[in-house]
């Protein structure tokens, strides 16, 4: 009998659903693991169960990092599309979880669950994959911020190298194994001076440990496509921005201030020189991620491989082509908010940042069909209305 649409995407396994967690006595002393299914199980099959026919491009996302910036975004396109999406994010506090709670609400209004955990936890991701039968990961669920990475090294570790391997130890053993797209970052060019940055210029010259770490990523990548076959693409972002952003990033931070009154520190190059960077709206981001997935493939096994098959693996630029300096970017946020800016203009600290970021998309369009349409005066003043409105109601 030929399968229900429901039945391709469920593990035909996992019929029974717990309330309760079992009472039974853990049958290891060593390693007592919390099983948190009984929570999210009934929750997860909501979120993968179609909302109308299937068609043959139908996919089925796991989103790390879903109640990210990023995730949160690429989460609802791909659900109203119609794809099958769950999220998975530890909710940090790395900034206010108050607004990952937000975006966590906002994807659940339109039916897309997040599941809390780690993505180091690989019990949870064994169950998750487990449960459902994954074609593709969207892994975005990261440490990020260049200048924090001084203060907190560790963190980056665990989640961006360990997390990763874990996610990828995890896929690696599935039958069938999903495609795996995930977030690499401009910072990976470092201290190359060449400009604008192409995929295939140096990246050994990291200038802050994040990006050590989406480097090392990058090599984790190569090794886990060389050995097992998966499907990998990295996309290296460039300086994202847009409504639901990251309180972290200089848009944000210098709009709160701006708007409450406060300093605003600018950084600029030694001698004045201004600090740039190809600032790319997040509309445009999200389609290069949906791009990315649907040329994505298929992951063949270390059998495929046998047989003399190449698993996808690729990265790309995605970014807008058209850098700006943060002194623009502070004039457009003054014009847009009608205020000021108190300018604290200080020599940029050698703590990660880099002086200049422009993006070479020429391989992301011919490959992907990205193209980025929106400048950052546009951009800036969709995140500005979305802002104001967003403090109203906090
Ligand atoms: O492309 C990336 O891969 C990265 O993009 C982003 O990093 P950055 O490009 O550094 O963004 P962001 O902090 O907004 O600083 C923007 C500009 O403002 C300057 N800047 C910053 C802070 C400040 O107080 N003053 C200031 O002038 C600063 O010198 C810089 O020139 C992501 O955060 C990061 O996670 C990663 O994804």
Redesign the pocket.
């Known amino acids: 009998a030929s399968k229900s649409p429901i039945q391709s995407i469920v593990k035909e396994t996992h019929s029974t659903i717990h309330s309760k967690p079992s009472s039974a006595p853990p049958a290891s002393l060593e390693r007592v693991v919390f099983n948190t299914e009984h929570i999210w199980k009934n929750d997860v099959l909501n979120s993968v169960t179609p909302r109308g026919s299937i068609s043959d491009h139908h996919k089925v996302v796991l989103v790390t990092g879903a109640a990210g910036f990023v995730g949160t975004h690429v989460s609802l396109a791909l659900k109203r599309r119609g794809d099958s999406v769950v999220g998975l994010d530890n909710f940090n506090r790395y900034y206010d979880p108050k607004l990952k709670r937000s975006r966590q609400d906002l994807l659940l209004n339109e039916g897309v669950y997040v599941v809390e955990g780690d993505i180091n936890d690989m019990e949870l991701l064994n169950r998750l994959f487990d449960t459902v039968r994954f074609t593709h990961v969207m892994h975005l669920a990261a440490q990020?911020?260049?200048r924090y990475a001084m203060k907190n090294p560790s963190s980056y570790i665990h989640s961006n190298i360990a997390g990763f391997v874990s996610l990828l130890e995890v896929c690696k053993s599935l039958n069938p194994k999903p495609a795996i797209v995930w977030a690499s970052?401009?910072?990976v060019y470092g201290l190359n001076t060449k400009l604008p940055f192409s995929e295939e210029d140096r990246t050994d010259q990291p200038a802050s440990v994040?990006a050590a770490t989406k480097k090392a990523d990058e090599e984790i990548a190569h090794s886990y496509n060389h050995i097992y076959g998966l499907s990998l693409t990295g996309l290296r972002?460039?300086?994202?921005y847009g409504p639901w952003g990251?309180p972290?990033?200089?848009?944000f931070?210098f709009t709160k201030n701006i708007l409450k009154g406060k300093k605003?520190?600018?950084?600029q190059g030694p001698g004045g020189v201004s600090?740039g960077?190809d600032f790319t709206y997040i509309d445009d981001v999200v389609k290069g991620c949906v791009a990315a997935l649907d040329t994505a493939g298929k992951s063949i096994g270390r059998e495929g491989k046998r047989k003399g098959l190449k698993a996808p693996l690729r990265v790309f630029n995605i970014g807008n082509t058209s850098p700006e300096s943060?002194e623009k970017l502070v004039g457009i946020l003054e014009r847009l908010l009608k205020k000021k800016a108190m300018r604290d203009v200080q020599e940029?600290p050698k703590n990660g940042?880099v002086m200049f970021?422009h993006a070479n998309i020429s391989l992301a369009a011919r490959e992907l069909g990205y193209m980025p349409t929106t400048d950052l005066e546009t951009g800036l003043k969709k995140f500005v209305e979305w802002y104001v409105d967003w403090i109203q109601k906090d």
């Open positions: 990020a911020g260049v970052s401009s910072s994040y972002f460039f300086t994202v990251r972290d990033m200089a848009y931070e605003i520190t600018v950084f600090v960077r943060v940029m940042d970021t």
